[in-house]
Every structure is written in C-alpha cells, then in structure tokens.
C-alpha cells in the first residue's frame, strides 16, 4: 500500500489548472482565485498627504516659537494650487494634498492661532504627519496571482482602481452517495438504514475550498443503476462517491467505474481513517472513490479532495497546513498505517479522543484537529511535539 504523501501527490496529478475564467465584479469576487495579477497604473496615495488636521509648513522652519502667515487651505478632495513660501503655512486637513514648498504638518494641537498667524507652541510633536506619494504602493504595482481573495484584497484591488477580476471558474464537484442503506435527512428511513450524512460535510468543505458542489440522487448497490448515476458525473470537473469502496460483495463501485472506463492511479493506502480510498480519472474527470464511513469520508476530503478542488482553480499552497503541538497525553505505538486521530488542540497543547472509531460524527464535531501518528511510530510521552492538522 502507498502512504499518505504519495497519495496526495498522485491526486493532485489527476487534476490540471483550469483555463476556464470568470470576470467578476470586485462585490462578487471575495474567496474566488485571482489568476491574472492585475496592475495599479496609479499610486496611492498619488499624491503627498496630509495624515492629521493642521498646518503645513517647511520643515526646516519648525521650531518652538515659530510664527507662520496662514495663506489659505487644503481639505481631502480639494488642494491648494499654490506653493508655499518661507514663513507661509497652510490650513490642512487630514488626506488633503500637502501644497509644493511643504513637507511638515504641524498637528493642530500644537499650535495658537491668533487671527491669519500660528505660533507653534511648546509641546511641539515631532511629525512630519505626511504620507508620501505612494507610500501604500507605487504606480507600477502589481498584486501578486494566484491568489484566494480575502477581503483585504478587495479593498487593496478598489485602491488600485480595479473594478473586476479575471477568477478561475469554480470547479463543479459531483458528490454521489452510494449504498442501499441511506436515505436522505427529513426522509423515513426504513429498519435496516441510516441517513446519508457525510455528503453534506463533503458539500461545504468543497464549496469552502472555491469550489460548487453538486449533491447527486441517492444510487442503489445494484450495478446498472450505478452505472447510470457514475455516467451523471461524467460532466463534472470532479467526481466522487462515497462509499462501496471496500471488498465486501455490495462494495460495487470500483467494478462499475472500471465499465465507464475508470483508470486507477491507486486503491488503498495506509492510512487510518481512509484505508479503501480509490482515485483515478473516470474518462477525462479527475475521480476519488472515497470510502463510506462517515469519518473515514471527511478526512479523505480534507486530505485529497480539498487540495484537488484548490489545484484546479490554479492555486499552488494547497495541501492542509500541519502545525506542530504538544503532547497532553501519553499515546501508544501505531501500526501499519498512518492514524489521523481526531483530537482536540487547545494552544499548543493536543488531546486525542479516546474513542477513534471511524463511524462517530459526534468525536469528529467535536474535534478541531487531526493529530497526525505516522505509521510504525514508536510510543510517545506527554510533552512531546508531534503534527497536528487543525480542521
Ligand atoms: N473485510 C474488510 N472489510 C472492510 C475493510 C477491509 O479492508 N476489509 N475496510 C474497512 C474500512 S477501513 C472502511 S473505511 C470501510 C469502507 O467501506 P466502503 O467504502 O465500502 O463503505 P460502505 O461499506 O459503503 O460503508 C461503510 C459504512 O459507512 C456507512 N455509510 C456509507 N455511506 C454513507 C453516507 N453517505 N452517509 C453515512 N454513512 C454512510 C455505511 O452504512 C457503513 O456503515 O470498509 C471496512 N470494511
Ligand atoms: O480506513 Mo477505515 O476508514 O478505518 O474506517
């Protein structure tokens, strides 16, 4: 069986960086991947600018005592054309355009006013209270892409005067729950099922990750019906089903994949949760078969689904961020696979569930973390650091 890195590597191999692009306007672009860095052609401030209310004067004049001729003023929107002369101040307010001749505002505060004369007085500030010209960024500024848009960035891409951006399209994932057994939330389940539950955590992971997550009807362990519903996902941009991964005689889904043309990069790695893991292209369409325990599901999408999604909107940091934690507690030695145990990280310091069975939703909502044993590990004591992924 493969490990868990190699796994990872072979499904981002499974999905190319689209080419297909939206232009979205600044109001419907946040979290959507940037992939042309745009460029300022203005900088900001474009102008030298006031950053208090006060007076600007020269500089080399400023002194305790210092008595100015106050020759007009400068208000954000509205400059002063001229330029300042020895013993000239200027009334200006805060983002107004500093006037030629000046390169110091002396803050209001600081100074007595007496009719059309300021004297600066002894509590004097140090200034000088300007922002240069493009002290945020200069004309030929480009923001770096890719790039997942935060709301910082649209307001650094409003600055810039930017009204739209060019966004990779969203990937559209099909998720398809497979088995017998479920039926859907709201739905009466019959004696021997169980609610399909683990589509939905699947949903907003992907939808969260930049992509648009299609939930698929239900289908059956029965081969042709299957079939048609694998066909269904064959005009996505990725595709998954959940469940039927395993060896039992009802686990069809490998089998049915293989009909519509199914090739395997792998199936199975060692890894716990996630063991009976199928991923390959189904067609053109980049494919994971992700196993049906609801834990085992998630964590298989936060491992090879999220960072698939990412890599074909074109982003490059894509693989979950480990962090490095200290042990709260002793733990054992770990066999033949890599063990994911759902824990709970406080600060630096993490806790893992006594219970890891990959059936229990209510230990994987409670957790906030992945601790993350590597196969073969020896037992570790409290205190000591080991990889954490937060959830
Ligand atoms: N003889 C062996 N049996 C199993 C092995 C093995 O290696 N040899 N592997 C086990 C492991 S590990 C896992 S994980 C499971 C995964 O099996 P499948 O992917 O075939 O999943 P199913 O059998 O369809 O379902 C497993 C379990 O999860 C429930 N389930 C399925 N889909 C959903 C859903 N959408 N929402 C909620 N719950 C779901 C299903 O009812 C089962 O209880 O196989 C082990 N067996
Ligand atoms: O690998 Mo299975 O996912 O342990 O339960």
């Keep these: 069986m493969i490990g868990v890195d190699e796994a ?40 030298a600018s006031a950053a208090m209310d ?9 002194a305790v005592g210092a008595s100015f001729e106050v020759v007009g003023e400068a208000a954000a929107g509205h400059g002063w054309d001229g330029t300042l002369s020895p013993g000239q101040a200027l009334r200006i307010f805060t983002g107004a355009p500093v006037p030629a001749g000046a390169d110091h505002v002396v803050i209001q505060e600081d100074v007595l006013r007496e009719g059309g004369r300021i004297t600066l007085q002894p509590n004097l500030g140090s200034g000088p209270n300007v922002r240069p010209a493009g002290a945020d960024f200069p004309a ?76 698929l009807p239900i289908a059956p362990d029965r081969e042709d019906a299957l079939a048609a519903a694998m066909a269904e996902m064959l005009k996505a941009d990725i595709a998954v089903t959940i469940g039927g991964a395993s060896v ?28 009976p893991l199928i991923a390959g292209s189904l067609g ?3 494919y994971l078969g992700l196993p049906g325990n609801p834990v085992s599901a998630i964590v298989t999408g936060h491992l090879f689904l999220v960072p698939m999604v990412k890599r074909w909107l074109g982003l490059e940091d894509v693989q979950p961020k480990r962090v490095s934690a200290r042990l709260a507690q002793d733990v054992g030695p770990t ?12 600060g630096d310091s993490v806790t893992p569930y006594a219970r890891q069975d990959s059936s229990l939703l ?17 037992p570790r004591k409290a205190g000591e650091m080991v990889p954490v992924l937060p959830l």
């Design 8 to 47: 990872q590597a072979l499904c981002l191999d499974l999905v190319t960086p689209t080419d297909a692009l939206d232009v979205v306007p600044l109001v419907a672009a946040h979290t959507r991947v940037m992939r042309r860095a745009p460029r300022a052609f203005r900088a900001q401030p474009p102008f």
């Design 54 to 62: 006060g007076y600007a004067v020269r500089d080399a004049e400023v």
């Design 140 to 215: 030929d500024f480009e923001l770096e892409a890719p790039r997942r848009l935060s709301p910082s960035d649209l307001a650094l891409l409003a600055a810039m005067n930017i009204p739209e951006v060019i966004v990779a399209r969203r990937p559209r994932v099909a998720l398809l729950a497979t088995g017998d057994e479920l039926v859907l939330p709201g739905q009466t389940p019959g004696r021997d099922q169980i609610i399909a539950s683990n589509v939905f955590a699947l949903k907003a992971m992907v939808d969260a990750a930049g992509g648009e997550a299609i939930i």
């Design 248 to 275: 039992g005689d009802h686990d069809l889904v490998g089998r049915v994949g293989e009909r519509l043309g199914l090739e395997r990069a792998f199936y199975k790695l060692a890894m716990r949760p996630g063991k």
């Design 284 to 286: 053109a369409v980049p």
């Design 335 to 346: 066999g033949p696979r890599t063990h994911f145990m759902r824990a709970r990280l406080d």
């Design 362 to 378: 209510s230990v994987l909502s409670d957790a906030n973390a992945l601790l993350e044993r590597p196969l073969g590990d020896r």
